[in-house]
């Protein structure tokens, strides 16, 4: 046996769309997004607090974590799903978005019936993960173009 094997022999490939279908830095960003959803709303939550309300400090933050929350569901779906055969695949991937649309429906419908004045908090707060994704892809392209061939 190798030195700079493991004892238990080789490491075997993780099952699974991210072993085959996704870059190991794609992964690592896929993961960090939730974590950096959750951390911007809830900075901008305190924000909110000290601007108009803790009430509506509370509902930017919920909105934020349902949004981290739904991108880790999707993400999960979606590995599951493209494990399956293209038929059951579709099936699947189509009752399962319909699945996560009427449970945030549900969420939004909830608020405007209870607080419909703290509708926009939430939805301010569902959005931060649109500034997070322009921020991972404005940090990738600006490793992209420094490690291109061309740049050197």
């Known amino acids: 046996m190798s030195e700079n094997a493991p004892a238990n022999g080789p490491a075997a490939p993780q099952p699974g769309p991210s072993a085959s279908f996704v870059d190991p830095i794609e992964e690592k960003i896929i993961r960090r997004i939730p974590f950096e959803v959750a951390a911007a709303a809830g900075l901008l939550s305190i ?6 309300d803790p009430l509506t400090g509370v509902f930017f933050l919920a909105g934020g974590l349902v949004s981290a929350l739904s991108f880790i569901w999707l993400k999960n779906a979606l590995a599951r799903v493209l494990t399956r ?4 695949a579709i099936r699947m991937g189509i009752a399962l978005y319909a699945v996560r649309f009427l449970l945030i429906f549900g969420v939004f419908f909830l608020i405007i019936l209870l607080y419909p004045k703290k509708l926009i908090a939430f939805v301010a707060g569902f959005s931060t993960v649109i500034p997070v994704f322009l921020g991972e892809a404005a ?11 061309w740049n050197s």
């Open 139 to 149: 940090v990738a392209l600006a490793r992209l173009k420094s490690a291109a061939p």
């Open 85 to 88: 055969d293209k038929a059951k």
């Open 47 to 52: 924000a909110a607090v000290f601007l108009f």
